[in-house]
């Protein structure tokens, strides 16, 4: 069911005690909704505010990072071992700790349905880094990109 096609109030409250109760009682796209809902009627200081903001903007600058350099951590080499990490992905470059791995994130390209932080981790790290290492950010025509 589209999410527009039945929007009276008392259907959407009624969808709204439903997701309260279980949230996967109802379609993603409402649960996605509700969940931004949920989260904007939150009272939340402005300190933690701008921790969560840094915190978003350090999952989207790492997401940066591994389509930047994702290769270079990429195991390509059957005679030598492959490398464990790089020093320009990790995590607390970019204001993440082990504290933030079990933390949800919504990356707006990457895992717009949220996910982990180790999640995320791991789905760049195989789409980026695997035997074949994956790198296009030099390719200037966006369509081809």
Not at 18 to 37: K, Q
Not at 57 to 82: F, K, N, S, W
């Amino acid at each position: 069911m589209d999410i527009f096609s039945n929007t009276g109030h008392q259907w959407l409250e009624q969808q709204y005690l439903r997701w309260r109760e279980n949230p996967d009682s109802v379609s993603s796209d409402l649960r996605a909704f509700f969940t931004g809902f949920a989260l904007g009627d939150s009272t939340i200081s402005e300190g933690d505010a701008i921790e969560l903001a840094r915190k978003h903007a350090g999952v989207e600058m790492l997401i940066q990072r591994y389509r930047e350099l994702g290769h270079l951590q990429a195991c390509t080499d059957p005679l030598t071992p492959c490398p464990t990490g790089h020093p320009a992905l990790a995590p607390e470059n970019f204001g993440l700790g082990p504290e933030d791995m079990g933390k949800t994130f919504y990356p707006r390209d990457f895992a717009p349905g949220g996910a982990t932080l180790q999640q995320i981790i791991d789905r760049l790290r195989a789409t980026y880094c695997r035997t074949i290492g994956v790198e296009y950010m030099h390719i200037q025509d966006f369509a081809q990109r």
